[in-house]
């Protein structure tokens, strides 16, 4: 089989001397000095099978090359976000993977806030009052739990990784999508402007080496076929109009989307690398071609996460399914027009 299992690249590192743990961090959960490891997913919050086969491959994945961030994507609590559905989808789900010392922070997904109505208030409130508080609205319990890494209690932030470095060397900002576009947003013009003044601002005083963007909806992406939903469903053009004007403005490098059940790596658009992880719980849907999607022959149809490190020169990530299988791979140093590939089914990123 020419993929590598994670199992097999632990197997090099104990025939190298290096202990489980040690893959160039030191200990679990963490980095090495000049570097910066991290975990992206999304869509993860069914918290059934799929769910839990997903986070152990993170946990034994972060046992072994180590990483200080997980980033959910959003959609952290199918169906609609239930407060009493947190602790059994989320909290119970991934303990493992904290209890190694992996700081998570969340996004919200339109199913977190499935039931929510958006606030006439103007301009939107940072924090829970942006939703309408009812008895099926849940957001603010969302906002409330501190597993989930709302920094602040706020709906959108920043999150320098690793913690501490000065300038960082990764700032990754994370977006509430669903008060922003027009496919899914709960605000009646969908214009959060302050979000948007926010984001101008952070990435403008941003002196990190590498900016990233975690957020739900996609901005760009392959459409995909769904089992669940008739005929097909791609990215929210209006919110594209509102957000990627700011990040070639700004140089931001790459964008991690989550909402589409499948894995899809974008051509870079404007110099902006965008990927699709949204396959961190619910049955994959597969995504039909385009010229800008990289071709995959199974068309990003399987359960997964992407893994990257990050060093002052390079910015390297890997897409690892739900069996430790490395699907996908590969590094761009600032100012690459093209992604270099690493070998077929491996991961040197783990190292």
Known sequence: MRRLRIAAALAVLAAAGVPPGAGGSGTPGGSAPGEARMVFVGDTGSGDRRARRVRDAIRDTVAAAGASHLFLLGDNVYDNGEAERIAPRFLDVYRPVRDLGVAIHAALGNH?????????????????????????CHAAAHL???????????????????????????E???????TLGEDQTRLEDGHDAAQLAWLDRALRESTARWQVVAMHHPIHSPSRRSFWIFGRRGP??????????????????????????????LRPQ??????????????PDAFDPDDRTWPRADRGRFNHFV???????????????????VRDGGWFAAGDVADTAFPAGTCPALR
């Not at 977190?112 to 099926?136: F, H, I, K, Q």
């Not at 929210?236 to 790596?265: I, K, M, S, T, W």
């Not at 910015?315 to 069996?323: G, M």
């Open 112 to 136: 977190d806030v499935g039931r929510c109505d958006g606030t006439a208030r103007r301009p939107v409130p940072r924090d829970a009052s942006a939703y309408v508080p009812t008895r099926r």
């Open 144 to 170: 409330a739990t501190p597993e989930f890494g709302y920094v602040d209690g706020a709906r959108y932030y920043a999150v320098p990784v690793p913690d501490g470095g000065s300038p960082p060397l990764v």
């Open 172 to 178: 990754v900002f994370v977006l509430d999508s669903n």
């Open 236 to 265: 929210d053009g209006r919110l594209r109009a509102q957000l990627e004007p700011l990040f070639v403005e700004h140089g931001v490098d790459v964008a991690f989307q989550g909402h589409q059940h499948l894995y899809a790596r």
């Open 270 to 283: 404007q110099g902006i690398r965008y990927v699709v992880t949204g396959a961190g719980s619910r049955a």
């Open 307 to 325: 893994y990257v490190r990050a060093t002052a020169d390079r910015f390297e990530y890997c897409a690892i399914d739900d069996e430790r299988v």
